[in-house]
């Protein structure tokens, strides 16, 4: 009988997928995710910080997050971000539930605009994670 998603989950010699960005470590050929909530993080990273059009062969994937943050930082801004965050996981992402969104800016660089986002999975509804984008630029963000 195979091995339910749970199981693998809680089984700390079983990984459960790719990290992003793709690199290799000391053990493997490419990093890899020890269970479904680090691995949630990796592709909300993933699915936030691609631009529609920047992926190969699903030119419609990913969210026009970056796009906003360079829009008017007005009250309206929070909102907008919340919102394109909330359409795109639900979208490509459906197993993650967004429990929280914050949108921060720099007080040192007005610029700069950080997102914390707290999700849960479907898989484990009691557990929360929490991560921290840098929406106004991708090179330094996992």
């Known amino acids: 009988m195979p091995e339910s998603a749970k199981e693998i989950d809680l089984d700390p010699r079983k990984y459960v997928g790719l ?3 793709l690199r290799g ?5 490419f990093a890899l995710t020890k269970n479904s ?3 949630a993080a990796h592709n909300l990273k993933n699915l ?6 920047e992926r190969l062969n699903q030119p419609e994937f990913g969210s026009t997050l970056r796009a906003i943050c360079f829009e008017q930082n007005n009250s309206e801004l929070p909102g907008k971000v919340e919102e394109e965050i909330r359409r795109s996981v639900n979208f490509w992402l459906p197993y993650i539930n967004i429990q929280e969104v ?9 610029s700069r ?8 999975t479907s898989l484990n509804a009691n557990s929360l994670k929490s ?3 840098d929406a106004s ?3 330094e963000t996992y």
Do not use: K, M, Q
Request: charged letters at 15%; hydrophobic letters at 40%.
């Open 19 to 21: 990290s992003f960005p």
């Open 25 to 29: 470590d000391a053990n493997n050929d």
């Open 37 to 39: 909530l680090e691995h």
């Open 48 to 53: 936030l910080l691609t631009h529609p059009g």
């Open 102 to 110: 914050s949108v921060l800016t720099d007080e040192a660089d007005a």
């Open 113 to 120: 605009i950080f997102v914390t986002l707290t999700f849960s």
């Open 131 to 133: 991560i921290t984008l």
């Open 137 to 139: 630029y991708t090179a």
